[in-house]
């Protein structure tokens, strides 16, 4: 055997080592799911349920598991809206206006260290504040406070995607008469739809899953997003393996699924931003 063919067996043999690490707490996670709750409770684990049932999915269902759903999917999709228009827009402002002293770079550094502080920082003075103008225990609160995480991270992406566009373009525009809103909408939104696509998948699973600021701001069990109801399935004394797995395959699909459709858009503007 050829040092050439060496290689690609140890390659082929390096890939699947590292597929089958990837797949293997996906495929138990699956598995697990559709066991008896005596079967998960085995002293020695079996590889795949001898007994198939659907039973832990129906219990997370008639556990309300659609309402918290229904709640995280609101809550993550207007989360991610809001923080790509206003990052949209501020990006630009940036990206193609000189502020005074230095203000834009200023700006987008204050924007990261808000973004690198520990989410339990804010925690406190965004609850008193909430609390004094009434959005506590509210989705809408809920939607503006996860800001906190979402926009910083829209605006530092769209902003490299904005900085990439060929200004020549507006300039055209500008000599041709287009508005500034028009020059924004035809032109600027179209180029950069590409890289507003991959941010916003990034953004949705941000708010997803996101955990503290729900844990904290939201009282009333019909208003609790996915990751807090999740966390009903871990016991003092019992933890619901089955359940616990049903809803987290539950809680994967949508980002799957969404994913899935954005792809080409995602890749597309991945290869934009590198330009």
């Not at 293997?24 to 559709?34: D, E, L, M, Q, R």
């Not at 219990?59 to 918290?68: C, K």
């Not at 204050?110 to 339990?120: D, E, Y």
Request: proline content about 5%.
């Amino acid at each position: 055997m050829s040092s050439l063919a060496r290689k690609g067996v140890v390659f082929w043999i390096l890939l699947a080592v590292v597929v089958l690490l990837v797949l293997a707490p996906i495929y138990w996670i699956v598995a697990t799911s559709f066991k008896t709750p005596t079967e998960n409770i085995l002293p020695e684990p079996t590889l795949y349920p001898h007994v198939f049932t659907l039973r832990n999915y129906v219990q997370v269902i008639e556990a309300g598991i659609l309402r918290n759903f229904i709640n995280s999917l609101f809550v993550a999709i207007t989360a991610t809206v809001v923080s790509l228009v206003l990052s949209f827009l501020a990006a630009y402002a940036l990206g193609r206006h000189r502020f005074p002293l230095g203000l834009n770079s200023v700006f987008l550094v204050w924007v990261l260290v808000v973004k690198i502080l520990p989410p339990i920082v804010l925690a406190i003075p965004l609850y008193t504040l909430f609390t004094r103008v009434g959005l506590i225990n509210s989705l809408w609160g809920l939607i503006i406070v996860y800001q906190v995480y979402t926009l910083p991270y829209c605006l530092w992406i769209v902003f490299g995607f904005i900085k990439a566009l060929p200004v020549e373009f507006e300039e055209a525009a500008t000599i041709d008469g287009a508005s500034r809103t028009r020059i924004l909408l035809s032109i600027v939104l179209p180029l950069t739809g590409g890289g507003l696509v991959a941010t916003s998948i990034f953004s949705v699973i941000i708010a997803w899953n996101e955990f503290l600021f729900a844990l904290l701001f939201i009282r009333t069990p019909a208003l609790l997003t996915l990751p807090l109801k999740i966390v009903n399935f871990i016991g003092e004394y019992e933890t619901l393996w089955g359940e616990l797995m049903a809803v987290g395959i539950l809680a994967t699909l949508p980002i799957l699924l969404f994913s899935g459709y954005v792809y080409k858009r995602l890749t597309t503007g991945f290869s934009m931003g590198l330009r």
